[in-house]
């Protein structure tokens, strides 16, 4: 173990972004331990910690190997004292209890349902709701038109995209696309241009050749979507770009291009292969699956393939490499370099990568 130590003490950054780390989790004990305390805290809102555990995870998902013993994390980033019960037997007391806390287990089951944060969540423990059950047959419990929908069609969001899904998904919204537009084009992102086999929902970029047209085109995308019968829920949100505004300090999660979040109804004569994902006794032929489009104008599209290719930790350490190794600012619209105070162009990732002075990390090693 000791050697084990050494070698990696010597090569593993505390950048995820410097990291490859593939879906193949050889600490997933501890790194799913992690990931509970992650949640606990976020539905705290205690913030600190967090992000601290959640290096710590990350790190440890980029190793070759198991963790053995205490020592093999001597020297590692970001798993410092505060982490250190964790691997103790490989278990840890804290989180145990919290499997077991009605509190935290309640909590999970209501942020789970799409549009429901850890405030939402919140109140209905406090008035007392346990169950889904109890909350839509509460009648005072108000609920948006985003929880409305999450409640309705909870049991087919809850459980995983197959990649098959998420393909025939693509088909459709491709041939929607190109009947309004055949020169626009459309690309994977998100979880399953990482490799995952499962997601939580399918992500696309789409995108016109010339910039400028991209919001027209997403709004008919919409429309025919609507038009077909498939479009169970629609969050649209406008463009809110300037183009003059250079990338902000802090890492932000949304960006300002125009997006849509949708409830889509794929018919499992659509699907090849394994067909739906659905329960076997379920013989309704078809299923809810969750869909985000966004669609930036020609120019920005490496810097939003990047950001929402994901993982939203080796976001998280692009951005903070960019910001404290490099002195520039990154996010989903550009890069700029505040040394020399300019936009950095880019066509492709391999042009951000290149213009941060790292290694071009694919797709499928970016899963910190
Ligand atoms: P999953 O769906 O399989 O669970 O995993 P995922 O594909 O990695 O997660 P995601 O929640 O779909 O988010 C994919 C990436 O998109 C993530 O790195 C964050 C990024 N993203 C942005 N902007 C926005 C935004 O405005 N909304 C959302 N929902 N995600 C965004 O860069
Ligand atoms: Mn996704
Ligand atoms: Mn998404």
């Known amino acids: 173990s000791q050697q084990l130590g050494t070698v990696l003490t010597s090569r593993v950054s505390q950048y995820a972004c410097q990291r490859r780390t593939t879906l193949d989790n050889r600490n997933k004990i501890f790194t799913d331990a992690f990931e509970v305390l992650v949640e606990h805290l976020e539905f705290s809102d205690s913030k600190g910690p967090c992000l601290a555990f959640k290096r710590a995870a990350s790190v440890l998902k980029s190793l070759p190997s198991t963790l053995r013993h205490l020592g093999d994390a001597d020297g590692l980033p970001c798993l410092g004292e505060h982490c250190r019960d964790i691997f103790e037997c490989g278990k840890c007391s804290r989180v145990e209890d919290?499997?077991?806390?009605e509190k935290f287990r309640t909590m999970k089951l209501f942020t789970s349902v799409f549009g429901v944060g850890p405030k939402t969540a919140e109140k209905w423990y406090h008035r007392g709701l346990r169950t889904l059950?109890?909350?839509?047959?509460?009648?005072?419990?108000?609920?948006?038109?985003?929880?409305?929908?999450?409640?309705?069609?909870?049991?087919?969001i809850s459980r995983g995209i197959s990649r098959a899904e998420a393909d025939a998904v693509g088909r459709i919204i491709a041939e929607t696309m190109h009947c309004i537009s055949p020169s626009a084009t459309m690309t994977l992102t998100g979880g399953f241009r990482r490799g995952k086999a499962f997601g939580h929902d399918v992500d696309y970029i789409l995108s016109t050749p010339e910039s400028g047209a991209e919001e027209a085109l997403l709004l008919r995308v919409i429309d025919r979507l609507r038009y077909q019968g498939i479009l169970l829920y629609c969050d649209y949100q406008e463009s809110t770009f300037d183009k003059e505004r250079i990338p902000c300090r802090r890492f932000e999660a949304m960006d300002h291009f125009p997006k849509c979040f949708l409830i889509l109804k794929l018919d499992a004569m659509t699907v090849e292969d394994g067909g739906l994902q659905n329960n076997p006794e379920d013989q309704r032929g078809w299923r809810a699956v969750r869909v985000d489009l966004v669609a930036p104008p020609a120019d920005r599209y490496a810097?939003?393939?990047?950001?929402?290719?994901?993982?939203?930790?080796?976001?998280?350490?692009?951005?903070r490499f960019a910001r404290l190794e490099r002195g520039m600012l990154l996010d989903n619209h550009a890069l700029y370099d505040r040394n020399k105070s300019i936009l950095l162009p880019a066509k492709t990732e391999e042009d951000i990568f290149a213009h941060l002075g790292l290694e071009y990390i694919e797709p499928w090693q970016r899963n910190a």
Do not use: I
């Not at 810097?303 to 951005?319: A, I, N, V």
């Open 133 to 156: 059950q109890e909350v839509v047959s509460q009648p005072n419990v108000h609920l948006n038109k985003m929880q409305r929908a999450g409640l309705l069609y909870y049991r087919d």
């Open 303 to 319: 810097y939003t393939l990047l950001g929402w290719t994901g993982s939203t930790q080796f976001e998280r350490d692009l951005r």
């Open 98 to 101: 919290l499997m077991c806390n």
